[in-house]
């Protein structure tokens, strides 16, 4: 796939993701665990999509699937055209180079640098990158970027880290728990920033969250059962972040 194709706001709903009979299954001597169980989905261009579930589930192992960080047992994945699932280790570090963005939990911030050279991590080694100082623009820390993760609370850590994801121009932003540990005033701080930077630059967006609520910000809804997808649901109706009851 050649620079055309990683655009920054491309397509609005067009095909991002397609799954076909996804199956992964971790084994360990006589324990066979199955993560996910032929799973078929569709995820659209310049979405915004919350995966809800238990925990084991399948959602996080999706997600580890679609970013490139972990290979399928079986089945079919694809990003756009690209078939991941024919990739070899090489060629899926490139896609995630190229374009994932991705969001955890926990920050990954490195405590010695600024929050500036913390997003410069990621601009430095990406082909066609956003400047540090307009990332963090972007989430509302043009006016902290200097200072160190120390000196941040826990929602603005958690928006550097965000900054540092988007700041490489990703096709697509995955976000494993990015509220999980915030309390709710925090938490919708956060929400608000991956809004603003799915509304204004069309990054194809996926969350999970044990917080059912914010399934109400969302484009699409899935819900994930013992490694299936249970249901799938559109809403006609988006609710903005501050409206969601935590």
């Known amino acids: 796939m050649d620079d055309s194709s990683r655009m920054w706001a491309d397509a609005p709903g067009a095909v991002a993701f397609r799954t076909e009979a996804l199956c992964k299954v971790y084994e360990t001597g006589p324990v066979r665990v ?42 079919r994945v694809w990003y756009r055209e690209l078939e991941l699932t024919a990739l070899g280790d090489r060629a899926l570090t490139r896609y995630r180079r190229d374009h994932v963005g991705f969001v955890f939990q926990f920050y990954n911030l490195v405590p010695s640098l600024t929050a500036r050279e913390n997003v410069r991590l990621v601009t430095d080694i990406a082909p066609d990158p956003m400047p540090a100082e307009e990332a963090l623009g972007l989430v509302g820390l043009g006016a902290r970027m200097d200072h160190f993760p120390a000196q941040l ?94």
């Open 34 to 75: 199955v993560a996910l169980d032929n799973v078929d989905l569709t995820l659209r261009m310049g979405e915004l999509t919350v995966l809800l579930g238990a925990s084991g589930s399948g959602k996080s192992t999706l997600l580890n699937i679609l970013g490139g960080l972990d290979h399928a047992s079986s089945g």
């Open 153 to 246: 609370s826990g929602g603005e850590q958690q928006r550097v880290a965000i900054a540092r994801a988007v700041a490489k121009r990703p096709g697509v932003l995955l976000c494993d728990e990015p509220t999980g540990a915030l309390d709710s005033r925090t938490g919708v701080q956060v929400l608000e920033v991956l809004d603003r930077v799915n509304r204004e630059t069309g990054t194809t967006t996926v969350v999970i969250t044990h917080n059912a609520g914010i399934r109400a910000m969302a484009h699409r809804v899935l819900r994930f059962a013992d490694g299936r997808l249970a249901s799938e649901e559109v809403n006609a109706t988006r609710v903005a972040p501050s409206e969601i009851v935590w």
